[in-house]
Every structure is written in structure tokens, then in C-alpha cells.
């Protein structure tokens, strides 16, 4: 007998499982822009039993849909890179084999602007600026995740701004407050600094796939010192507008945020990469709080 006949093949997988195309939605990655769509709902002020099937399907939308769309774009895109930086993905691993990472990008755009029509006509708005910000981030062209500045920009305001806006925009039917809006601006402009912390885990194959990401381009200590310095300085003018506006104690527990955050970054500057996902459960946590603060006090001036 040869040698192999005692050996079993295994056939390639064709249909991925339940569990895997979960997996490539990636849950975890659905909290920041829910939690930003929830600081939304409480800046519009609006009582939640008058609203609360927009609530309900905002928070699918903002969640599984959107962002769970964007996750399935991204590593249908990224899958050579994640070949070098995490083959264990659903895609690279083939345990979602052939082309159905794209097909499901595809259909939960589909479904996402299928659910944001029927919620109102700003919602379907910004849930299509969302959309063509995850396909514009991660397409060959123009694939913004290439640059350190466009990409992290992107990520931050589809995340937190473009989510916390849907959030109000939801709850009120039409535009938000301009002083909301205000808002909205401002913690996406931080936000930058939190998704270039995020590039610190794929440097090397950010390298060898020409991805110019700030950790990339200007190093690690100097792209970390950078994303400290975008993070506080918004925050700041939150806390500023805060007082500005007549809520001296909301602002006072930004301004604790800011003070705590600092504390946190100088731990991180000693070692950026290794302590990035650190920063992300002590410092990243403080800022979203604060965010939640500001719009529980400018909800109050609705």
C-alpha cells in the first residue's frame, strides 16, 4: 500500500458557519458607535416611549448593520494583509472561503439602508455618508485606511460623530441642535487620536503592504505623542463650550476625564505599542464617558 493510504483528506470548506461569519462582523468592534448613537439618543432629549422603535432600530443600525458591514469590507479588502498580521482571520483562514466575505459586505449594505429608510430621511443620509466612508476606507481606490491621516479621520467620525449625529437625528425626527452638532465635531476630532493608537497593533504588515499609517510614517513615539495631543485638545474645547453654556459641573467631570487621561498617556509614551490596547481599557474608556457626560448636559438644555 502507498504511503498514503491510511490519510484522510479534508474537504475545503464551501459554506462558512454561523459562528465564523459572526466572527468576521467582529461584536466587539460594535461598541463605540453604539455607545456614540446612544449619547445621541440622550443629547436630543427627546422622552424614549415617544421614539422608541427608532431607538431600537438606530441601535441595530449603528451596531450589527453599519458596523458589522464596515468589519466584512475592511477583511475582505485587508485579507492579504491579514494573511501577514492575523492569518487566523475567518477570511485568510478560509473559514469564510470563496467570495462570501464580499457578499456579505454587500448585503449588510444593503439591509443598512434598507433599515435607515425606514427610520427617516436624515438617518438614511448619514447612514449612506457612513457606508461610503467603510467602502471609501478600504477599496483599492480610493482606500483612505492607506494614509495615517485620512484613515484614522475616517474611523473617528464614522464611529463616534456620524453615529452620536444619527443617534439624535433618530430621536428628533430631523437636524440636531447646532450646540449638539458642536459637539458631534469635536469628539471626532479627537476620535483620530484613538484609531491612530489602533494602527500600533499591524505596523509591520502596515510596512510591508505600503500603508502609510502614522505609526508607519513618523514612528512609534512620535505618532503616539501625536495621538495624545489630538485626543486632549478637543476635549478641552468641550469643557470650555460646557461652561460656555451653563453646565460648570458637567464640565468640571470632563475636565476629571482629561486630567485622568493625561496620567494615562504618560504610561502609555513609555512604551506605545505594547501598552496601546492598555490605553484603550483606561484611557479610550475615560474618553467615551465623557463623552456620555457632555451629552447628558447639553440633553439638559433641550
Known amino acids: 500500500m502507498g504511503a498514503d493510504a491510511g490519510m484522510t483528506t479534508i474537504p475545503a470548506r464551501t459554506l462558512p458557519r454561523p459562528r465564523d461569519l459572526l466572527e468576521l462582523a467582529k461584536p466587539v468592534t460594535w461598541f463605540p458607535p453604539m455607545w456614540a448613537y446612544l449619547c445621541g439618543v440622550v443629547s436630543a432629549s427627546v422622552p ?42 475567518p477570511i485568510p483562514s478560509g473559514r469564510v472561503p470563496g467570495r462570501w466575505g464580499l457578499g456579505v459586505a454587500v448585503a449588510g449594505t444593503l439591509v443598512s439602508l434598507a433599515v435607515a429608510a425606514l427610520i427617516g ?30 484613515g484614522p479621520a475616517t474611523t473617528g467620525f464614522a464611529y463616534e460623530g456620524l453615529t452620536w449625529f444619527t443617534g439624535a437625528a433618530a430621536m428628533t425626527g430631523g437636524m440636531p441642535d447646532a450646540r449638539v452638532l458642536a459637539l458631534v465635531l469635536l469628539f471626532s476630532v479627537g476620535a483620530h487620536g484613538i484609531m491612530t493608537l489602533n494602527d500600533f497593533k499591524a505596523v509591520e504588515g502596515d510596512r ?43 464640565a468640571a467631570l470632563v475636565g476629571v476625564g482629561v486630567i485622568l487621561q493625561l496620567g494615562f498617556m504618560r504610561r502609555l509614551l513609555t512604551a506605545p505599542a505594547a501598552l496601546a490596547p492598555w490605553y484603550n481599557g483606561t484611557g479610550v474608556l475615560t474618553y467615551v ?14
Not at 431600537?56 to 479588502?77: E, H, I, K, R, Y
Not at 430621511?121 to 495615517?148: D, E, H
Not at 464617558?289 to 433641550?302: E, H, K, T, W, Y
Request: aromatic share 8%; glycine share 10%.
Open 289 to 302: 464617558l465623557g463623552m456620555l457626560v457632555a451629552a447628558i448636559g447639553v440633553g439638559s438644555l433641550q
Open 208 to 250: 510591508r503592504m505600503g500603508i502609510r499609517s502614522l505609526p508607519v510614517v513618523l514612528g512609534e513615539a512620535c505618532a503616539a505623542r501625536l495621538a495624545c495631543v489630538v485626543m486632549t485638545l478637543p476635549q478641552l474645547a468641550v469643557v470650555a463650550l460646557l461652561w460656555r453654556w451653563g453646565l460648570p459641573w458637567h
Open 48 to 89: 424614549l416611549a415617544e421614539r422608541w422603535p427608532q431607538l431600537v432600530a438606530g441601535m441595530l443600525l449603528a451596531g450589527p448593520l453599519v458596523c458589522g458591514t464596515s468589519q466584512a469590507v475592511n477583511d475582505w479588502f485587508d485579507r492579504d494583509v491579514d494573511a501577514i498580521n492575523e492569518p487566523g482571520r
Open 121 to 150: 430621511p436624515v438617518v438614511l443620509g448619514a447612514t449612506v455618508v457612513g457606508l461610503l466612508l467603510a467602502w471609501g476606507y478600504s477599496t483599492p481606490w480610493p482606500r483612505l485606511k492607506r494614509s495615517g491621516w485620512w
